[in-house]
């Protein structure tokens, strides 16, 4: 089992600036794909952005050009820049690991929230 702790999260106008992080720990040898997830309200859980164990990202094309993941493995942490955020952008962000034995773990979410 691998745990899930995020932070960064908060209010940021739009254009605005939030970098997300997320420890992981735990079974963290079996973690392939860190990844990010939201959820507007109403709305259904969709990726936003994923990166695997060697590197390889992939992202929605509603973030491309803006929202960057990356990945330190000797911190077991996964991190989301998030540039030129747009009021659209405004869900609960939530961590996520998929393992090589096809198991998956969340973190609990982060609120984002775009608005003047």
């Known amino acids: 089992q691998v745990q899930l702790v995020e932070s960064g999260g908060g209010l940021v106008q739009p254009g605005g600036s939030l970098r997300l992080s997320c420890a992981a720990s735990?079974?963290?040898?079996?973690?392939?794909?860190m990844g990010w997830y939201r959820q507007a309200p109403g709305k259904e859980r969709e990726m936003v952005a994923s990166?695997?164990?060697?590197?390889?990202?992939n992202y929605a094309d509603s973030v491309k050009g803006r929202f960057t993941i990356s990945r330190d493995n000797a911190k077991n942490t996964v991190y989301l820049q998030m540039n030129s955020l747009k009021p659209e952008d405004t869900a609960a962000y939530y961590c996520?690991?998929?393992?090589?034995?096809?198991?998956?773990?969340w973190g609990q979410g982060t609120q984002v929230t775009v608005s003047s």
């Open positions: 735990g079974s963290i040898f079996s973690i392939n794909v």
């Open positions: 990166i695997s164990s060697g590197g390889r990202t």
């Open positions: 996520n690991v998929h393992e090589w034995n096809g198991g998956d773990s």
